[in-house]
């Protein structure tokens, strides 16, 4: 066979399926320029390729943040040189080098240790390398003397006297001690003096890297936003680090990695290669602002206190987008304390926020918070094309563009859509460099995000060269009416499509002066849910009527009365199913107005249903709808003593990637279920993903969740 020397490239960071690539043809200036996206995640590493400067020469990352603390050091203790040196914390020597500047002589000092610093596999790899450098050779000949010495002894005293016995019970001893020594060794890291002190124009600190007090042997920088320093602790770790110094000089912020994740994320958002524009990233034309809310001390793990600071970051800083590639379970959609302040980022401040939906799939109702959960906020679902699945993933075939089976999917629990939209979810990307490689394949709804991020990146980019104005609302409207539909991708998986970057920037073109452009539009049905979701028995025995609300809402500070003043919209109100009855027009007004609708489940088949209630419009129909109410049902089958409390299915088609789903009504009482699958494939093994799950009310779904994988082999049972 001939060797194919054309590498599918365009499928290892994919822009062709969003159309950016289309979109950077038609308009090469509108690349993410005068646009600042703001990185929420494990940090990013300013020394990664990529993330050095824009196409027009700008600064790539503007702002290095720890909204963690897990990188603060104490530098309120304050000394004065004498003879040109001063004592640290640590009670080394310093000496200050000739060359700095510090009128008023006085030093804030402080210590670290360098493990704090360090993300949980680069502390792994370290530790490792210095136990093998410093400890295991010295060691393992210590043990083989003290070995050698018990076994030359035993065998010259076969039958030894008490005097020699005292003596063979040392040998013993030594042995032990030394084995004892190797499995409880313990290296607790280099720990670093800390200087901090103003030059009589800004703050400035230095960490003494060399152990010894050579304070000249390390860089000497400025918070990271004022002069863009960075510098590497030691070659061997090749951890990039950078400085804040905040309260007068008291607390020194030293910012590091706690993983890998936020560089790669940051890399697909907006990475920049001049010599090789095919790893660049969606919007190379942003800048970045990296906020770290992973924690270091608790394996990058975010905390609600990380992200409360990190929202005030954002604001102070002027971002315009958020990507927030972190997320987890919640107990109850759309609220709490955290939850709020997240979307008033969005509707008082303006900014747009694009976060994961999570990987819980392929589940039902398994989107993660914020991302799935929270109103304000753009929830992303990843999809995987032909390209990805040859460039990426090597597979021999290619199969059909879907979605990846661990995608989270909606509805939430209180019947919201769950997903906004969907892009693609895997990238060859950069990492930093203390991971010792410069690319790396990661894939999750973690990397869809920052895709779609980049996308309305490049939109906004093209409306702030055009000094259009915009609104999260509005831009979330474009993007979601423009956003490509599969047809053999769910909803629940995709939302309400693919993004489509061209598409949705001249939508908004187009409909720049639309009168909800300032508005968003709060749906909500029966007990404040803002979607309708029926599943248990009692809920599909009869029809459902329900009141919806609609209230128009503006940004928190909008002071335009007459605009207010003047809101009249006439809807018309759309729903493609049979089963949903729905009025045909609404009036809507500046204020919260309702209407009813009634669902009846009664004859729909056994599965899962989707549909929406959309309204839109009259005064232009083409633009889609103004708003939208999901409405989704899961027909149950009965396990009960009719049937033996048994569930059978024969002869099921499977293929790579196919969802099989079934909705069982739990017997009263019951505690387990067995499942027994038989392989009628005479060739072939199968491999599974089982996944049961129940929801329970005020419950996250990881507490009621099982999954397990299942090896079946050919015409076997498992």
């Given amino acids: 066979a001939g060797v194919d020397t054309e590498f599918p490239v365009a499928g290892l960071l994919p822009k062709k399926e969003t159309g950016a ?42 702002g290095i943040l720890d909204a963690t603390g897990s ?95 005292t003596i063979r019970e040392d040998l013993v001893a030594r042995v032990d001690l030394l084995t004892s020594a190797d499995k409880t060794y313990n290296d607790p890291g280099p720990v670093y003096d800390c200087v901090v002190f103003h030059d ?116 102070d800083l002027g971002c315009d987008l958020i990507n927030y590639s972190y997320g987890e379970g919640s107990h109850w959609p759309n609220s709490g304390r955290v939850s709020d302040i997240l979307n008033k980022v969005v509707t008082k401040h303006g900014v747009i926020f694009v976060s994961s939906a999570g990987n819980n799939g392929p589940g039902l109702s398994t989107v993660g918070a914020p991302g799935g959960t929270c109103s304000a906020i753009i929830g992303v679902g990843a999809y995987v094309s032909p390209a990805m699945m040859e460039a990426e993933y090597s597979l021999r075939e290619k199969l059909p563009g879907t979605q990846y ?79 490509l539909k599969i047809d053999t991708v769910e909803p629940f998986a995709l939302g309400h499509g693919l993004i489509q970057v061209l598409k949705a920037y001249e939508w908004l073109v187009e409909n720049h002066n639309c009168p909800e452009r300032n508005l968003q539009f709060n749906v909500t049905c029966m007990g404040g849910n803002r979607g309708v979701y029926l599943r248990e028995k009692h809920h599909l025995v009869k029809p459902m009527e329900t009141m919806v609300t609609v209230e128009p809402t503006y940004m928190e500070d909008y002071k335009e009365q007459e605009e207010k003043i003047a809101l009249e919209m006439r809807i018309a109100l759309v729903c493609e199913a049979s089963w949903v009855q729905c009025p045909k027009h609404f009036e809507l007004v500046n204020q919260a107005r309702t209407f009813n609708i009634n669902v009846d489940p ?54 790579p990637g196919k969802i099989v789903r079934h909705f069982i009504q739990v017997p009263e009482g019951a505690t387990w279920a067995a499942l027994k699958l038989t392989s009628l494939e005479k060739r072939r093994k199968g491999r599974f993903l089982l996944y049961a799950l129940t929801l329970k009310p005020d419950t996250q779904i990881k507490k009621a969740a099982f999954k397990k994988y299942i090896n079946i082999q050919e015409g076997g049972k498992n």
């Fill in 21 to 62: 690539d289309a979109f950077l043809a038609k308009y090469p200036d509108y690349d993410g320029r005068g646009v600042t996206i703001a990185i929420l995640d494990t940090g990013t590493d300013p020394g990664a390729p990529g993330l050095a400067v824009t196409p027009d020469g700008r600064p790539k990352i503007i």
């Fill in 405 to 483: 089976t661990w995608s989270s999917r909606g509805p939430a629990t209180d019947g919201d859509m769950g997903v906004s939209i969907s892009a693609p979810g895997g990238a060859i990307a950069s990492v930093p460099n203390w991971t010792l490689r410069g690319l790396q394949l990661m894939n999750g709804t973690s990397m869809s995000s920052p895709n779609a991020c980049g996308n309305i990146a490049l939109i906004l980019s093209g409306l702030k060269s055009n000094n259009m104005s915009y609104t999260p609302f509005h831009v979330r409207r474009a993007v979601e009416n423009t956003a």
């Fill in 71 to 165: 990188g603060d050091v104490d530098t309120s203790a304050v000394v004065e040189a004498a003879d040109g040196e001063i004592v640290g914390l640590t009670g080394r020597k310093l000496k200050i080098p000739a060359n700095w500047n510090n009128p008023s002589g006085k030093y804030h000092i402080g210590v670290k240790n360098l493990y704090d610093l360090y993300p949980k596999a680069l502390k792994t790899r370290i530790v490792k390398e210095r136990k093998e450098e410093n400890w295991d050779k010295e060691h393992r000949e210590a043990l083989a003397v003290a070995q050698r010495k018990l076994a030359d002894f035993d065998k010259a005293h076969a039958d030894p006297n008490p005097e020699e016995k």
């Fill in 200 to 315: 009589g124009n800004t703050w400035r600190a230095c960490i003494d890297k060399s152990e010894k007090g050579d304070l000249s042997s390390s860089r000497l920088m400025s918070g990271y936003a004022e002069e863009r320093q960075y510098d590497t602790l030691s070659n061997a770790d090749m951890l990039n680090y950078s400085f804040n110094i905040w309260q007068d000089g008291n607390v020194l912020e030293v910012v590091t990695n706690a993983g890998s994740h936020g560089t790669h994320v940051a890399c697909i958002a907006a990475g920049y290669f001049p010599d090789d524009p095919d790893k660049n990233g969606v919007a190379p034309g942003a800048q970045i602002v990296a906020i770290k809310i992973g924690d270091t001390r608790l394996g990058s793990m975010e905390t609600g206190s990380a992200l409360v600071r990190a929202m005030k970051m954002v604001v």
């Fill in 602 to 655: 009664c004859g729909l088949p056994i599965g899962e249903h989707f549909t929406e209630v959309c309204g839109y419009d009259l005064a232009n129909v083409k633009k889609g709808p103004v708003f939208r109410l999901p409405v989704t049902v899961t027909k149950t089958t009965d396990v009960s003593e009719d049937t033996e409390f048994v569930f059978r299915q024969k002869n099921v088609p499977f293929k």
